[in-house]
């Protein structure tokens, strides 16, 4: 009898174990409420109104008012929620750290492989193996669906969050209110996330305080912003939400960005060049002909497949520079984060992953 007992418990545990995985991820916690009055649904400690609060700034009031007339949020409630949302300081400084610094000398300093070294490590590798091994069958369905190779996005994922390990503890709703209304540089931008943000949980019946995510309000396995969900996230599990926690519905929503950005399947996505050309500008977004690279100094080491303008990608080793001929599918990598670093590490990674299979 009592080996029954602990056969039925063994069954109703593998049982558990099968379905579904390990843990529920937030939106699968937190969604489906129906019970929304005049915008997004809020948890009973949300509903109410702050009675000793100040009134809202002018820009804050603009917001209101477009989330009203565009989307027919209700104005009391929006009041409500952004009356709750708190200012996050130390955001402001991380974003001011991260803006664009001008000028880049002549002199290596060894700033890719000190990047690259973040990523590329015998630590790492194995987890993206484990990554891999385990949705093989969805990325080599994305493969199939929009062309994008598993190793660009075991490579994206990888980069973003560890493979799901690092997919940030901001409360989403504060990052992007405080970016939004409080971070003049790019609160147009930001205020366009909010918008979206409220809209997604909006249509998910989840309440935004229940989300995090990293300190600029990206979301879930691949770090997708809000507009990025709107625009290019996929129910890729089909089981009827879309889910960037979920890394089924990451892993296809990350081959739908790269398509929509104009990914081309089975093509290179840089190489390398014999030579130098120091005196040429670089980067992801210049454009050279091969004419010109080759008067200049430069000679491809492999096949071009047949492209005549390419970009400079010029890549700091420490005592020398390495340079590259960027192709379309190089600048597709840098529509997810616009840095010739980031999308090479990207792929890098990947190809280092891939290897290590
Ligand atoms: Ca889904």
């Known amino acids: ?48 109104p702050k009675p000793d ?25 929006l009041r409500t929620v952004l009356e709750q949302t708190n200012k996050l300081d130390w955001v402001i400084g991380l974003m001011d750290k991260q803006a664009p610094k001008s000028g880049s000398s002549n002199v290596p300093n060894g700033a890719w492989i000190r990047y690259k070294n973040k990523f590329i490590t015998p630590n790492n ?7 891999w091994n385990k949705y093989d069958k969805d990325l080599q369905r994305a493969y199939k669906e929009y062309g994008v190779p598993p190793e660009i996005i075991v ?15 901001t409360k989403i709703i504060d990052a992007l209110s405080t970016l939004a209304f409080h971070y003049p540089r790019r609160s147009q931008y930001f205020a366009k996330e909010l918008e979206d943000f409220l809209i997604m949980c909006r249509d998910e019946g989840v ?22 969900f709107r625009n290019h996230a996929i129910d890729f599990n089909h089981d009827g939400h879309i889910d960037l926690w979920d890394p089924v519905d990451a892993i296809g929503s990350v081959a739908n ?39 200049s100094g430069l000679k491809p080491k492999s096949s071009l497949e047949g492209h005549k303008e390419v970009s400079l990608l010029r890549l700091d080793m420490g005592d020398s520079y390495q340079f590259w001929y960027g192709l ?13 670093h980031y999308a090479m590490a990207v792929w890098q990674l990947g190809l280092a992953v891939k290897q290590a299979r």
Not at 264 to 280: M, T, Y
């Open 1 to 48: 009898m009592q080996r029954i007992v602990i056969c039925l418990m063994m069954i109703l545990w593998l049982a558990a174990c099968s379905s579904g995985g390990s843990s529920k991820t937030p939106m699968q916690k937190h969604r489906g409420h129906s019970d929304v009055k005049g915008g997004v649904y809020l948890e009973k400690q949300h509903e109410q």
């Open 53 to 77: 609060s100040a009134p809202l700034s002018v820009d804050k009031e603009k917001f209101i008012a477009m989330m009203v007339k565009k989307h027919g949020f209700n104005r009391q409630q």
């Open 125 to 131: 590798l194995p987890k993206g193996v484990d990554f």
């Open 155 to 169: 490579g994206i994922i990888g980069v973003e969050t560890g493979w799901g390990r690092v997919m940030g503890k």
């Open 207 to 228: 309440d935004p305080f229940d989300l995090n995510g990293s300190f600029a309000g990206a979301m879930g396995y691949g770090q997708f912003m809000p507009s990025a």
């Open 257 to 295: 960005y790269f398509k929509s950005h104009g990914w081309q399947r089975n093509r290179k996505v840089a190489v390398v060049a014999d030579g130098q050309a120091l005196s040429l500008d670089t980067g992801f977004s210049t454009k050279y002909s091969i004419e010109h690279l080759a008067k």
């Open 328 to 340: 379309p599918n190089f600048y597709v990598i840098t529509r997810y984060n616009h840095s010739t």
